[in-house]
């Protein structure tokens, strides 16, 4: 039977082996009999450059390269690794897709993206969005000395956990408003996203007909993966051993 995996918000890093581990499994005993295998950003706690190079960040490339010999593999960015070029990809044999992707999945057209644009609510982190993917920010960041980047990625990520525990759990979701916005501007009816954190498969309306909002899962747990075929949806857990 032909299927394809999604996943996303993996946050890899050396200090949690459990999900190195459980991403290891699922890539040569899953991803590796898949159509496709589609990762939908946040792979890396956090990216500081191509050029640091590091055994840990050689060996994901590695087993994400030997996949890509039997599946293709594609790739859009997170808001932790949004800083991931072509360098990297291409050692792990990953296609860049767009922010925003449209595929053919078995005769569906679905919409692709990380899913943190679509957090409008949260106002403070939208403006540093637009700031860190437009043209200058990322330039300046990355001739930085890769001390520097490390130490301002640390502090990033310090600030972020301080701000997530005053927001309203309803600012770091998705805007409902926001999904039928995006999906109507693509002219679809189902959109798979991650971001959020909080998996499940949503029904809602969106140009005039019924919909379909797929989240994908973090990996901080378990192993989050969705699995689809041309008539199934299935959003699978794979166990820490």
Same mark, same amino acid.
């Given at each position: ?10 946050h890899?890093?050396?200090?949690? !082996?459990?999900?190195? +581990? $459980? ?5 040569? +005993?899953?991803?590796?009999?898949a159509?496709?295998?589609?990762v ?7 990216w500081?450059?191509?050029d640091n ?18 599946c ?6 997170g ?9 990297w ?5 990953? %296609?860049?897709? @767009? ?6 999945l078995y005769?569906? !057209?679905?919409?692709? %993206?990380h899913?943190? +644009?679509? $957090? ?22 990355l ?11 640390? @502090?990033?990520r ?11 759990p309803?600012?770091?979701?998705v805007? !409902? ?6 999906m ?17 498969i ?5 140009n ?16 989050s993966?969705l699995?689809?075929?041309a008539?199934?949806?299935?959003l699978?857990k794979? @166990?820490f @051993?």
């Open positions: 039977m032909s299927f394809t995996y999604f996943i996303a918000d993996l890899l890093s050396a200090d949690r !082996p459990d999900i190195t +581990e $459980c991403l290891m499994r699922f890539l040569k +005993e899953d991803a590796i009999n159509d496709a295998l589609y939908l950003g946040d792979l890396f706690e956090v500081i450059g191509d190079v590091t055994p840990f960040n050689t060996a994901i490339a590695s087993a994400f390269k030997e996949v890509s010999q039997h293709p593999i594609y790739f859009i960015h808001n932790r690794d949004f800083a991931i070029r072509e360098k990809l291409s050692k792990a044999g990953m %296609t860049l897709l @767009n922010e925003q992707e449209v595929i053919d005769g569906t !057209p679905t919409l692709l %993206t899913g943190d +644009e679509l $957090c409008t609510r949260d106002v403070a982190y939208q403006k540093f969005r637009k700031k860190s993917r437009g043209w200058w920010w990322p330039r300046l960041m001739a930085l000395p890769l001390w520097y980047r490390q130490r301002v990625a640390d @502090n990033g310090a600030e972020s956990k301080e701000k997530q525990q005053n927001l309203k309803e600012i770091m979701d805007t !409902p408003e926001e999904v039928v916005k995006v109507e501007k693509w002219g679809v009816q189902r959109m798979i996203h991650g971001h959020t954190h909080r998996p499940n949503h029904s809602l309306k969106a005039g007909k019924s919909a379909t909002r797929i989240v994908l899962g973090d990996w901080y747990d378990q192993g993966v699995r689809v075929t008539d199934e949806v299935l699978e794979h @166990n @051993n």
